[in-house]
């Protein structure tokens, strides 16, 4: 994972894209992956915003843990006085009128000349979070593209959304290097790295050693396994058999088998999973 060039040239652009807009907006709406709340947080973005006034959105909450839904809350929201969190499911709408409510709030404490003018966000985040699903939602039409791969919004645009409020949208944002390889391992699981550029059956194999150690009932009951081995590949081996992912020879076929389970991790059908807890 150390290997790859996370922080090609248009991600440098979006950096200065945000830090040059960032006078001109009220507010930033960050969002993040529930399921990896610290890993999809970029530092970058901490260090632009500063003081500025965030609302930070646990996009596809609906595929984390409850429990750790609301411990991340929380524990986001104890780090600023500034900062507010909302659980949300950016695909599906809700949590949207949540987030108005909090937007709205914030343009009524303006004073000044800055209630006088329209009240504007930013959306912010490293790629395929769900920041253009977001937007959709919040303008009530399909205004921003989006897709399950990184990469998709490719410039700035300002977006008017109900009631006068406006939008700027912004390209995903990574950062240089990882400090700790456990957040890109995360962010290649969740999908924010393409899978092109991964070796697939072996993420597979570190994500089922990872839901052994954290959600061994639902790894279990997902591919029919008796029990867990200790070995990780073994248990992947077993997932193979039980999903009927065999070559010729009766070899394992583990291209088929990672994409499987990554995908399946991907869309919740394995449960709902947070790989990641506050300190």
């Not at 809700?94 to 303006?110: I, P, Q, W």
């Not at 921003?144 to 409020?165: C, E, N, S």
């Not at 081995?229 to 039980?242: F, R, S, Y």
Request: proline content about 6%; glycine content about 8%; charged content about 30%.
């Amino acid at each position: 994972m150390n290997n790859i060039n996370w922080y090609p040239g248009h991600m440098k652009k979006t950096r200065e894209l945000i830090r040059d807009n960032l006078k001109m907006v009220d507010a930033v709406v960050e969002v993040i992956d529930a399921r990896i709340p610290r890993s999809s947080r970029n530092p970058i973005i901490d260090e632009l915003v500063n003081r500025k006034p965030r609302v930070i959105v646990l996009n596809k909450s609906d595929l984390a843990s409850e429990e750790a839904n609301r411990a991340w809350e929380k524990h986001l929201e104890s780090d600023s006085d500034n900062v507010r969190t909302i659980s949300m499911n950016c695909l599906s709408g809700s949590g949207v009128k949540n987030l108005f409510g909090v937007l709205n709030k914030m343009a009524a404490e303006r004073t000044g000349n800055a209630a006088m003018k329209p009240f504007r966000i930013m959306i912010v985040g490293v790629p395929n979070v769900g920041k253009s699903s977001l937007i959709n939602r919040m303008t009530g039409h399909k205004s921003a593209k989006t897709g399950d791969r990184p990469g998709v919004t490719k410039g700035k645009q300002w977006l008017t959304l109900p009631g006068g409020m406006q939008l700027l949208d912004t390209p995903g944002i990574l950062w240089p290097k990882f400090e700790d390889p456990k957040a890109g391992e995360n962010l290649a699981y969740c999908g924010s790295i393409k899978d092109e550029i991964l070796d697939v059956p072996t993420m597979a194999m570190k994500l089922t050693e990872l839901l052994a150690e954290q959600y061994p009932e639902l790894l279990q009951e997902r591919y029919k396994l008796e029990e867990l081995m200790e070995n990780p590949l073994e248990n992947l081996d077993n997932m193979a058999i039980k999903r009927g992912c065999i070559l010729p020879g009766k070899r394992i076929d583990y291209e088929r088998i990672g994409r499987l389970v990554l995908d399946e991790f991907r869309s919740g059908k394995i449960g709902r999973i947070t790989l990641e807890m506050p300190d």
